[in-house]
């Protein structure tokens, strides 16, 4: 079954340490998105990416770092330079155009909670 | 820019009883209107989406929702609320033609009373 991907589920960061949090999919999307979500504030963009080797920052990109090297694939580093890295991150993944049959929607993995210790 | 707003942080209901959650948006042009639902802990589920046509759009679960233009309101309802809808609702716009990005609002969590 096509689906995105994330992984770790739980992620622990000494502070100093750069993580680097995993997101898949086989859904064949052109754009993949990173979102943190803190509790009341819903979800915020970091960054997005609409094709491969391109990427542009989103609302709260200072301190993280992404790649996009496959069409599958959008890794997310938390720096050490994000001040306040514990939250709940969200890849989501979705056509870049409203597809013939009318398909826009995004498509979510099941989060990383990262926490630092 | 583009904003949604979500007015109600937290709602209760028991259960059998009808639901509407409301979600107001400020864009000039129509914008592509989605709900998600998510379960503590887990990812987002798309419920329904509007980009156009019928202005009540049907989604899963029993759930359906209502654009009014006028208004900039793109507002939940169900009719009978199970316990297991209990979970947090977001709101979610996207300016047309755009892929850049969706702007959530900022939630309601609703409660589900037995």
């Known amino acids: 079954d096509g689906g995105i991907t994330q992984s770790p589920k739980y992620l622990f960061r000494k502070e100093g340490q750069n993580v680097t949090l995993s997101c898949e999919q086989n859904?064949?999307?052109?754009?993949m998105y990173w979102y943190r979500q803190d509790p009341g504030q819903g979800l915020r963009l970091i960054y997005y990416?609409?094709?491969?080797?391109?990427?542009q920052k989103g609302d709260i990109a200072e301190g993280y770092s992404v790649s996009r090297e496959k069409k599958e694939s959008f890794p997310l580093t938390v720096t050490s330079a994000q001040k306040n890295p514990t939250a709940f991150y969200l890849c989501?993944?979705?056509?870049?155009?409203?597809?013939?049959?009318?398909?826009?929607?995004?498509?979510f993995g099941q989060g990383t909670r990262l926490t630092v210790v | 820019a583009q904003s949604v707003t979500q007015p109600d942080i937290h709602i209760t209901v028991s259960e059998g009883a009808s639901l509407e959650l409301r979600c107001n948006y400020s864009?000039?042009?129509?914008?592509?209107l989605f709900w998600y639902v998510q379960s503590p802990g887990q990812g987002l589920q798309l419920l329904l989406k509007?980009?156009?046509?019928?202005?009540l759009v049907q989604g899963i679960k029993g759930f359906e929702a209502e654009f009014k233009r006028s208004q900039s309101s793109f507002n939940l309802r169900k009719p009978s609320v199970h316990w297991s809808d209990a979970a947090e609702y977001f709101c979610?716009?996207?300016?047309?033609?755009?892929?850049?990005?969706?702007?959530f609002g900022s939630g309601t969590q609703l409660t589900v009373l037995p």
């Open positions: 979610a716009v996207e300016m047309t033609g755009s892929a850049r990005q969706l702007t």
């Open positions: 859904l064949n999307h052109d754009a």
């Open positions: 990416s609409q094709i491969v080797n391109d990427f």
């Open positions: 864009y000039g042009a129509t914008p592509y």
């Open positions: 509007y980009f156009s046509g019928d202005t």
């Open positions: 989501a993944s979705r056509y870049r155009r409203v597809t013939g049959d009318g398909r826009l929607e995004a498509f």
